[in-house]
């Protein structure tokens, strides 16, 4: 059966390759507007030396007004760039406008005019024609503020269309296909659609979650970092430019971001920041839904148990919170690895032959971690934590040959998968000073952050808040079952399975709560000091839903033989789909929505607890200025990100230059012949480079990859390449296996029908 899909599957991948390379070609033809900079109206000051200048009875009085706007020009439907030149000493503000009503057609938001910087462009949508289109330009009475140049250009989206229909055409072909193929993968289909769209529902309102000021704006940060450097021709992406005034962040290289070139790729096509966020979270909601029914099947061996048990997962109130209150995008898309690591470590501790390697089940544990550590680095902790408590609570199973043999094996395969990330990881945890690494003093009080008890039955209460006063509850359903469950170990009626889950489902739960002693160990104890930087301990509610969820399964098995299972399944269903909907109407009423086109309108310093930020480091002082000492001449030629191209002339003694980005390991500065120079730190950790007497000529910045980095991305590859031969070659020889044997009983068949 997985033969026949092999074919599709390629023609799959070659098309979406080209529509990438496509989207990704050249300039689509940007139309520049012929718009003068005398066009532009001001009821406060003229236009002086071909800009308009904020003027002296203005400064410093406090009062926001619109310094100036225009240009009143008809512009057709379509997609937008407005680019802007300025000056300012105070952040200020500008947005694209319609009068009379018609700015209802511009999908468009307020954009931030950093005053680190002196360029900003905005991408904006039209979606009727209109006549009288104005940018309005705010001032906040602040400072000096000065505008020299602003263009419109009309771009080209014939490229954008094209591959998002190639997209959705492909995507139809592709379920017609294989629905018409096999009906029992039909069936599955629908009912992981139907869980995708379930878990989905908050999506469907308009624009994004943006209450609290919770952990979205920082994570839409990171995906337009990668797609900002990706468009520069910088992959992987390390260090994301975007941060802190230009200054940059190196995000990536701490914070495990594979899947955000999911939505950075939708960028590139022309898709708004927002709805591709949207998608994002659809994709994570339909792979949950997918990999959850397959694991769920793999355990219990029947399609009705794992829909429902997959649903159930899905939709678990915490996992709702992280996506649409919390928008923590790392926590929610690890929860779709988890139950890859319960069915690997089911299949490993239920294996009859003690004795032998299983390559499939370590490999099953190492993608299931992988994908763990490099989407969440802290929920690694978590889970590793609880596997090693796991393996000490069946000790005499975890000494024998066959597992120590399958969690060695596993342990090498996800070293090797995790290279290219773990490798850049530890050179900067180890050799680059960073807040994170100087908070692990502050991070062990950490107790007073974990769950109520009474959260956890807590099941319709409004979702939204901070920290414990948000809906901390692994669900109504899920909380019946371990309720369910301590009932019938009560009575006897429990197996060891359904033990083993009721006693790491209370565990954990525990742990998540406050009244476990978390920093009275991480005083005593290094381990839990380490530990306690999950920050919130009901992180560990991630692992107590999944494995409440196969909790629900043995308990289904057991109702099951007993003939009542019909009733219950529909109860379950009915109580998981009532509390989804009872979620998304808190959501309707609660949930400040914000429609992000880009970034223009979110803060660059967002860097919640600039756990990245180097020691000691000042980004109150960021001024996006170039410094030098004793230099006669230093001019700005070219920038492009964190590329930086300068050209300097010193006088007869040693000069400086101090180029606006943070000193991080990776960069480095050479002249026009090549010469490379030593780089270090400013007062403020700042690239700073000595410049020789006499010198005159160009400078220019990049960030060079250390070569074991390289080495990490090769190792990787290498490994995923191995990986997929082996297992291809394998499916191969298992399909060729069953088409022999099946050929072999149709001869059969037909000699007896002879004789």
Known sequence: MKRKYTKLILVDIIIIIMSV??????????????????????????????????????????????????????????????????????????????????????????????????????????????????????????????????????????????TLCIGVVLIIINVLIICHKDKKVSRAFRDIMAIAVISSLPLFFEGVNDTYGQDLAFHLLRIEGIYKELIRGNFPVHISSIWLGGYGYPTSVFYGDILLYFPALLRILGIGLGLAYKIYVFMINFGTALISWICFKKIFHRSDIASILALIYSTASYRLVDIYVRSAVGEYSVMMFIPLIILSIYNIYTEKNVKRLNITNATLLACGISGVITSHILTAEIVVFILGIFCIVCIKKTLTKGVLKTFIFAIVETLLLCCYFIVPFLDYYINVPVMVTDKAEAVKMIQDNGGNIGDYFSFFKNPFGYAKTMLLTPGIVLIGTLIVGIWLWKKGRANRKMKMAILFSVLTLYIASNIFPW?????????????????????????????????????????????????????????????????????????????????SNLDSYGVMGAEYVRTGQKIEQFDGKIESKNLIKVNLEKRNGYNIDLFCENSEKVGEVIFPITNYKGYCVTDSLGNEYEIKDSENKLVNVEIPPHFKGKLYLRFKEPKIWTLSYIITGVTLVILLSYYSLRSKKYVDRTLWRKAENEKNIIDCTLL
């Open 21 to 162: 390379l496509l989207s990704m070609m050249g300039n689509e033809g940007k139309k520049k507007l012929d718009i003068s900079m005398s066009e532009w109206k001001s009821d406060y000051v003229e236009i002086k030396n071909n800009q308009w200048k904020i003027s002296s009875n203005l400064e410093n009085n406090s009062e926001e007004k619109v310094f100036l706007y225009g240009p009143y020009v008809s512009l057709s439907k379509g997609t937008y760039t407005l680019q802007v030149w300025y000056q300012c000493d105070e952040n200020q503000s500008m947005l694209p406008y319609a009068n009379g009503g018609n700015d209802s057609f511009i999908k468009a938001t307020k954009a931030i005019l950093d005053k680190n910087k002196n360029y900003e462009e905005v991408q904006f949508d039209l979606t009727q024609d209109i006549n009288n289109f104005e940018v309005q330009f705010m001032y906040n009475g602040k400072g000096d503020y000065s505008i020299s140049n602003i263009s419109i250009s009309k771009e080209s989206n014939w490229k954008k269309d094209i």
């Open 519 to 599: 920093d009275t160990l991480a005083y005593k104890y290094r381990i839990f000091n380490f530990l306690a930087q999950v920050q919130f301990p009901w992180r560990y509610l991630a692992i107590t839903i999944a494995i409440l969820t196969v909790l629900l399964g043995f308990e289904l098995r057991a109702v099951e033989q007993r003939n009542k299972c019909y009733k219950y399944k529909k109860i379950i269903c009915l109580l998981s789909v009532w509390s989804v909907c009872v979620f998304t109407g808190f959501y309707s009423d609660n949930a400040l929505r914000n429609n992000y086109y880009d970034t």
